[in-house]
């Protein structure tokens, strides 16, 4: 099987593999912008959801529900609640938005980071939220609209080269990537090959890159994928290290979590490994998240 | 899709609704093709040289009359004071899924907001004492749903 190359870097990787085989758990956010989590949480527990909430976090294991699909509620029409799993929050958290601030979302679609931030930013400050793909940015419109997110701008285009006219204090590129952290969920997809994690490795830089030109001097960056090759993670990272001079800081956010990898194949990532961010499914039962923190 | 600036649609929630002009502050208005959009983000952004494919959520669809929309309701309708029509959770249901309810609108006319005692539902209008519901279909609850 295709993930045993990552034997020799992921951690417990027995108990890695046996995760990966299992459904994932889904987990949902209140929309605080529209109600609080007490009344929210309780009037779903009155339907007869069972929930787990992630201590200090707006996040909620759903532990059993009456309905196929959490989303399946008036509520969740109304836009009180958006399913997301935790270890995509955390790209978020770790960017801080605050409301004053201008925040651009390169590749936002369907907008779950980019709805959560508008939720920290209590819908001020500016986001500015592009992808490339019409359907996608559909839905992203979509979920704004639910949500009653007012603070955010929609734009179409490919962010390796779009001109985006302004200068940001904090940008989230969560790039498009191979995905190996969420084939828990999507296990009918197909295990990418080392061409794919070039090619994408490719893209991400180029977004990075363009990331930083629109970054205000000293503003920061939060690079995320959801999956586990080095090329499209520490690679990445470091390509912004040492050839944008980007200033690496360290991801701070108390979730259980893995440092990077120090070194793949020929390549030597000591020098960003220590400060990254690895979450993967076996520990806290959700989807991989790669997450770094860069300066300007 | 071109946006020019235009607030004085704000004075729309502000008369019809009696939502309060500090909360009504908080958006600037944008039209275009599609109708007048809510928004607020940073008022000193260029949103023409940005090309915007879309800015906040659209408040308002304009043809003869200002129409508001269920979604930008769902944002504000809760301070409003006035051309409110509130039902009971059954009634609720009834409006959701696109049913004219009769007897709920009182000397009401027009456009109104659909309230219960917790939720925002969305746009109406009440005609000769009936109130229709103008919520979307995308928001209506499906049957296997709670
Ligand atoms: C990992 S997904 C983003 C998920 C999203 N941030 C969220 O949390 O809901 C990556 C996105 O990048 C978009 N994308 C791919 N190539 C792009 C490009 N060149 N410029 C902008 N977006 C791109 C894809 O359409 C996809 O929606």
Not at chain 1, 48 to 53: C, E, M, P, S
Not at chain 2, 99 to 111: A, F, K, M, Q, T
Request: aromatic residues 10%; glycine residues 6%; proline residues 5%.
């Amino acid at each position: 099987m295709k993930l045993e190359e990552y034997r020799d870097i992921i951690p417990n990787f027995e108990a890695f593999l046996e995760a990966m085989q299992k459904p994932q758990p889904y987990w949902i956010r209140v929309n605080t912008l529209k109600i609080s989590e007490e009344k929210l949480i309780s009037r779903l527990r009155a339907k007869g959801f069972r929930f787990d909430k992630f201590e200090g976090m707006n996040a909620y294991r759903i532990v059993s529900m009456p309905v196929k699909h959490p989303g399946a509620t008036i509520e969740h029409s109304m836009g009180y609640y958006y399913v997301q799993d935790l270890a995509s929050m955390i790209p978020a958290y770790v960017l801080n938005p605050r409301p004053g601030d201008k925040v651009l979302d390169m590749a936002a679609a369907p907008g779950s980071k980019t709805t959560l931030m508008a939720q920290l930013m209590e819908n001020r400050g500016t986001i500015v939220a592009n992808d490339t793909r019409p359907n996608r940015l559909r839905a992203l419109g979509s979920n704004i609209e639910r949500l009653g997110i007012t603070n955010t701008v929609l734009t179409k285009g490919d962010a390796r080269t779009k001109k985006f006219v302004i200068y940001f204090d904090k940008i989230l590129l969560d790039a498009p990537c191979s995905g190996e952290g969420v084939f828990r969920k999507n296990p009918k997809d197909k295990m990418p090959g080392l061409r794919e994690h070039l090619y994408l490795s490719n893209l991400q830089k180029a977004l990075l890159k363009n990331a930083w030109r629109h970054l205000k001097e000293r503003g920061t960056l939060v690079y995320s994928t959801c999956t586990f090759n080095p090329l499209e993670n520490e690679e990445v990272v470091s390509y912004a290290v040492d050839k944008l001079n980007m200033e690496i800081l360290k991801v701070e956010f108390d979730v259980p979590h893995c440092k990077g990898v120090a070194r793949w194949r020929d390549r030597e990532y000591e020098h960003v490994h220590e400060y990254v961010m690895r979450i993967y499914p076996h520990l806290l039962d959700t989807g991989g998240m790669f997450i770094a923190l860069l300066k300007k | 899709m071109p946006y020019s600036k235009n607030n004085v649609y704000r004075d729309y929630f502000v008369r019809r609704f009696g939502i309060p002009v500090d909360i009504m502050d908080n958006y600037e208005f944008y039209e275009s093709t599609s109708g007048v959009w809510a928004f607020s983000g940073a008022k000193d952004i260029d949103l023409s040289k940005l090309d915007a494919e879309v800015v906040g959520i659209r408040a308002l669809r304009v043809s003869k009359a200002l129409k508001p929309t269920t979604a930008f309701l769902r944002v504000v309708g809760h301070y409003a004071t006035k051309n409110v029509v509130q039902l009971n959770s059954e009634q609720a249901l009834e409006a959701l899924n696109g049913i004219d309810i009769e007897g709920v609108c009182g000397s009401l006319h027009g456009y109104v907001i659909i309230r219960t005692e917790h939720d925002v539902l969305g746009c109406g209008v009440c005609r000769e004492g009936t109130l229709i519901s103008q919520i979307p279909k995308k928001y209506r609850p499906d049957k296997t749903w709670l």
